[in-house]
């Protein structure tokens, strides 16, 4: 494997949170976003700018898990997820995407460079 390869095909991903992985993770959640924020990065593992703007979103993330519980999805994987996310929260899907969960509800998201714009000390409860 190439070096284009490992970053287009970052799949162990160091990730200040948990994954993304079954509908039960997400109802656990949205019912947690209640008592702390949640935030969910939705990441496509084959998109360089995908890549891009994680790398720079994980290298400024400086909050702890009494601020946010933080997420990662990958969109490849676990689409069904995704679907679910856009539909429960109605937020259109994107990729590279952040959204930021409270009670139950998305109160911001950003995609792409917006991104690492979002100023997430906002949304701490």
């Known amino acids: 494997m190439?070096?284009?390869?490992s970053f287009l095909n970052n799949k162990s991903v160091d990730w200040p949170?948990?994954?993304l992985?079954?509908?039960e993770q997400l109802d656990v959640l949205l019912a947690s976003s209640y008592?702390?924020?949640q935030l969910i990065f939705k990441h496509s593992t084959r998109c360089?700018?995908?890549s891009f703007v994680l790398n720079e979103f994980k290298s400024k993330y400086s909050f702890s898990e009494q601020d946010f519980s933080a997420w990662y999805l990958d969109l490849l994987?676990?689409?069904a997820i995704s679907n679910a996310i856009a539909q429960q929260l109605e937020v259109t899907h994107?990729?590279?995407?952040l959204l930021?969960?409270?009670n139950g509800k998305a109160v911001a998201h950003a995609s792409h460079e917006q991104i690492n714009s979002l100023l997430l000390i906002d949304y701490i409860s």
């Open 94 to 97: 994107q990729s590279p995407q």
């Open 77 to 79: 994987s676990y689409r």
């Open 100 to 102: 930021v969960i409270k």
């Open 48 to 50: 360089s700018i995908s």
């Open 35 to 37: 008592r702390v924020p």
């Open 21 to 23: 992985e079954t509908m």
């Open 17 to 19: 949170g948990s994954a």
């Open 2 to 5: 190439g070096f284009f390869d």
